[in-house]
Nanobody, 126 residues
Framework: DVQLQASGGGLVQPGGSLRLSCAAS????????MNWIRQAPGKGPEWVSR????????YYADSVKGRFTISRDITKNTVYLQMSNLKPEDTAVYYC???????????????????WGQGTLVTVSS
């Protein structure tokens, strides 16, 4: 069975940091771009970041550029999202998803991805 197990969420104060992890199994992890998508309460999904299958290219939404860093460890079949200088507007459920060659306008659509994991909640509040 395909599994994408996200973890690392929690409550953090504004300006703080968190590192999310997503452990993948059941598919050829190294063949897929990996993405983080978030959904804030009452809002639609928002694509956050992508890393290419080989890890050589990374992409970020403007809202997180300079504050978030995506990485992957192919030996552990895991993708990470290091989040710093967190803001209240970063509060959301964060999902990881596997998918390649997704056009920009479809990055926030869950059905665009081949595999989608369960989310982890990040709450930024004082």
């Amino acid at each position: 069975d395909v599994q994408l197990q996200a973890s690392g969420g929690g409550l953090v104060q504004p300006g703080g940091s968190l590192r999310l992890s997503c452990a993948a199994s059941g598919f050829a992890f190294g063949n897929y771009d990996m993405n983080w998508i978030r959904q804030a309460p009452g809002k639609g999904p928002e694509w956050v970041s992508r890393i290419s299958s080989g890890g050589g290219s990374t992409y970020y939404a403007d809202s997180v550029k300079g504050r978030f860093t995506i990485s992957r460890d192919i030996t552990k079949n895991t993708v990470y999202l290091q989040m710093s200088n967190l803001k209240p507007e970063d509060t959301a459920v964060y999902y990881c998803a596997a998918g390649s060659r997704i056009i920009y306008s479809m990055l926030g659509v869950p059905s665009s991805y081949d595999y989608w994991g369960q989310g982890t909640l990040v709450t930024v509040s004082s």
